[in-house]
Each structure stands twice: as structure tokens, then as C-alpha cells.
């Protein structure tokens, strides 16, 4: 500590080193305790035995991942077979997420890219305008999208009236509303990391492509793409894995046929299922997807930031 | 300018795109803005304007019940707030001023831990340890919770900011004399409190507005506004939902607003 005065340089600030494992400590103990410990609680839940109303009995056993995956018959003696409906409702989130990913970096990049060549003054404004409605509840946002997209909705309403239809287009209760569910919930995600990137990029590069007689299409595909690809898949990510585990969306905006893994997660707790290892289980299937995408998505980082 | 239209950085329809993008954004939040003043009961006709769902809110058949969720909401909100912040301060002078150590990518990755496990799993995970270890689902839980998931939201605007201040400052007044809990009080906080102002309303907010993991850790009888408007959605949409939406949208973005011009007014320096 003594003398760090002259020395410091920005090398490594260091003021409070004798302190900080004082400083981490209450952190350590809410996050170790709220977040880490229960996820370690919830493993060890997914290999109980069910209790039928919920609960657990403390006995070993595989059968929750079983359920998830195999179909033993009415009595659990039939030799097994694929159990579809679990990994069907798995299946239908991955397509669903990504159908609203997609839909997000649509509409997201050309959004990115003009508020990042807009002046430098104004930029903050066009950012800030795109984040607010993060910020607003996500639960009246999706109330918000329902009441807009019902039949008898003003959006409906709009178009009988414009003369563009002449009956309501039916897009509750369908796999389309959740898309659009997703999309908008997570939009400014997709926004906000591309933006980054593209207000990075040294635009000489393009220059020098269209004075090699690229045009201005080639030059954003080959030379500007390229180079913002980490804040691409940045988006794509931030907009795929909470679209994943999405339950708001799909339940307020798909109906009850429209089940997807946050929606089969929520029953075992709160519905009528009330099979807690079962949902235990599907909840570590649900953790391990995204923990390797993230972990593809950090090593995708780490090669892109070595390559300069 | 005069570049303009065949500037290699302009391409034609990415300026629409961004006016579609901001209309899409914010188009379902005025609708439902616009039609919580319908004086109609019924959510498709509109009758003229009013104020009469707003007053249901407050005086109607259901107003004691949204009365005690919006204490709890709010009660929740100021403490769990509170409580993070100085948790993410705290544990932001260890990571920006604490120098290199070994468990620093660890905690690091510890805070960031609520942002990248999914929320329904966290919800999960966390009504299940509850149950584990015999604690009564109550307001105590939800508080809890919160305190935990709005650490990495505090942390965030809180560590930017200090990473912006040189240490010689603080180096500065030890120099002179001033001991580490002065140079701390006296001039790294006064200098944070952009940082810390903007980190407590954004944990204000998500806590706030988090629907998912109050539902699963909530237990029966306790409301918040969030777990409330959802119950009552579910049997339909009705204009006093509608009321109550807009008037939390509006603290939201009231909120965002001051955070944003909070730590807007530092950079001006």
C-alpha cells in the first residue's frame, strides 16, 4: 500500500487489495446462497422420487430424466420407447427462439447500423430510445402485444379499416404470436450489441473496397460483416437463450397448445402436474443448452478478439 | 452531405427499418396507454375519454388488493435496491480497486451468474431451496430473491464508473494524510454517486418488474403488481388492468429516464 502513490501508473489499481475479500464477501454469500447453492439443490432434486402434489421423497432415483425421455407404458413395464412429447415441446422452443431471433436481427441490424452512422452527438439518443422499452415490464409488454393482436384488436381494426382485409387475421393462440412475442420482448438486445460493433468499425475499409469497384452491397457482405460478426452473434445469442426459457410469450400468446419449455417447467410447479424432479430435471436440461451455447459463444469471442 | 445518397455508408431502407423498428417497439405501450382512458367497459369500443378506470383502480371493488400488492411491489423495490447496491459497491472496490488476484474471474463470474442462467431456472432452483431447507414462502423469499438478481443490474452502471476514475485521487489524499476509509468516503463516493444512483434505479426497476421468479418463490396470499396483473389477465383483459399497466409504465420509464440523464451529466464533465 505505502508509496503505491508514485508507482501506480494505471498498472493495476490497488487501493482496497487488503480488503477485498471483506468487500467480495457479502456477494459471495447472497449469490452462493440464492443463486448457486439452490441451483446445486435443484440437481440433486431432478435424481429424487416425486412426492404426487409436489415435493420430493429422498429416494435416489434416474426416473425424472427417464419420463423426459422414454415411454415404459402405463405401468412402467412395457419395453421402452422414445418419448415424444418432451423433447417435442424442447424441439418447438429451439425452432421458435430461433424464428424470433431471426425476426430480431431483421429488423435489428439495418436498425443497429443506422443509428451507429448517424453524428456522434445524436447517437446516445437514438440508444437511449431503443432501450426504454426494455425497461418497461415484461409482463405488460406481452399483455400489451395480446390486447394488439387479438381479433377484435385495433391492430385488426386497423387493417379491416384501411381495406387491406375484410376479416380479422387469426394470429392469437398461434405459433406466429409467439414468435412475434419473443421477437418484441427481446428486440433491443439484438439492437444493442450489433450497434456496438458497427460504431467500431473503421469505415476506410469500406472505402477501399468500393475503390476496388466493390459495390456498396458486395462491401457490407464481404469487407463490413465480416468485421461486426462477434456483435452479431452477440445479438443473436442475447436474443435466442432468454427466448428459450421463455414463459410469459408462450403462455400469454400461444394458448395452451402452444407449450414450450418455460410453459412445461411452470406446470410441475405451479400447475397441475406437480411433478417437482420432473421439472427439476427439465429445468438442468434447459441450464446445460444454454451453459453450451454460452460456453461456444466465449470461445467464438475469444477467437475473434485473437484474431484481432 | 452532399455525398449523401451514394455515401458508401448509407444504404437505401435501413432509415425505414429503424422508424419501423422504434414504431414496433413502442406502438403496443400507446395502444394500451391510449385505450386505458376508453370510458367504454368493453376493451374494443371506444367511447370517449376518461378517467374512470384510473379511479377504479384506486377506489373500485379490487382496489385494496392492488393497494397491498403496490406496497409490497414498492416496499420490495426500495429494500432489495438498497441492499444490492451497497452489495454491488462493495463488491465493485474489490474487482476495480482490489488489484489482481485468483478468485477475481471467479466472483466476476458469480455476478454476472443471474444474467446468464435462464429466469425460470433460477426461479426454479430457488423455490426448491426454500422448500429444502424449510423456509415459509412469504414476502421474505421474494425479498430475498430480489436482493440476488438485482446485484448484477447494480453492479454494472456502478463498476463502469469506477473503472472511469483514476485511483490517484484517492492516491492523492492518502498522500496527504487522509486515511483509506476517508479517501474512500471522502473522495471515491462522492465521485460514484452517478454510478450509484444510476445502479440503484435499474435495480429498482428489475425488481420492479420481475414477474417470473416472484411467481415461483411468492407462496399463496402475497401479491406484487406484477404476480396481481397476471392473475387478473388470465381471466381476460379489463380496462382497470389496463390503468394500472400504464401508471407502472410510466414509473419505468420515469425511472430509466432520470438514470439515463443521471449518468448522462457526469460524462458532460
Known sequence: MAGGGGTGGGVSASTYAGLRYWLLLPSWLVLGFIVLAPVGVMLIYSFLTKEFRGGVIWEFTLDAYDQFFFDRGLFGDEPPKIEWTYILIFWRSIWQAGAATLLALVIGFPTAYFIATRPERVRPIWVFLITIPYWVNLLIRTVSMKFLLRDQGPLNDFLIWTGLIDTPIHVINTDVAVQIGLFYSYLPFMVLPIYAAVERYDFALSEAAADLYATKWVALRRVLLPSVRPGVIAGCILVYVPSLGAFLAPDLLGGAKNFMIGSLIEEQFKGNAGNWPFGAAASMILLTMVMIILLLFARQQARAEREG | ?269
Open chain 2, 1 to 269: 452531405m452532399a455525398a449523401g445518397r451514394n455515401d458508401i455508408r448509407t444504404y437505401r431502407g435501413f432509415g425505414t427499418v429503424t422508424y419501423l423498428c422504434l414504431f414496433i417497439l413502442y406502438a403496443p405501450l400507446i395502444v394500451v396507454a391510449v385505450y386505458s382512458f376508453n370510458a367504454s367497459r368493453s376493451i374494443t369500443i371506444w367511447e370517449g375519454v376518461s378517467l374512470a378506470w384510473y379511479r377504479d383502480v384506486f377506489t373500485g371493488p379490487e382496489s385494496a388488493k392492488f393497494k397491498q400488492a403496490a406496497i409490497n411491489s414498492f416496499s420490495i423495490a426500495a429494500i432489495a435496491a438498497t441492499l444490492s447496491t451497497m452489495i454491488a459497491l462493495s463488491a465493485a472496490t474489490a474487482l476495480v480497486r482490489g488489484g489482481r488476484f485468483g478468485l477475481r474471474t471467479l466472483s466476476f463470474g458469480l455476478i454476472s451468474l443471474p444474467l446468464m442462467v435462464p429466469e425460470i431456472v433460477t426461479a426454479v432452483a430457488t423455490l426448491i431451496f426454500f422448500s429444502a431447507i424449510g423456509f415459509t414462502r412469504g414476502y421474505l423469499t421474494i425479498l430475498a430473491a430480489h436482493i440476488a438478481f438485482c446485484i448484477p443490474f447494480a453492479y454494472m452502471p456502478i463498476s463502469a464508473r469506477m473503472q472511469g476514475i483514476e485511483e490517484s485521487y484517492e492516491q492523492a489524499a492518502m498522500d496527504l494524510y487522509a486515511t483509506r476509509g476517508q479517501a474512500f468516503r471522502r473522495v471515491l463516493l462522492p465521485m460514484m454517486m452517478p454510478g450509484i444512483v444510476s445502479g440503484f434505479l435499474l435495480a429498482f426497476i428489475i425488481s420492479l418488474d420481475d414477474f417470473i421468479i416472484t411467481n415461483f418463490v411468492k407462496g399463496a396470499g402475497v401479491e406484487t403488481l406484477p404476480t396481481a396483473i397476471f392473475g387478473a389477465v388470465k381471466q381476460g383483459i379489463r380496462p382497470n388492468i389496463m390503468a394500472i399497466s400504464t401508471m407502472l409504465l410510466a414509473v419505468s420509464i420515469l425511472m430509466v429516464t432520470i438514470s439515463y440523464f443521471v449518468s448522462k451529466s457526469d460524462d458532460a464533465r
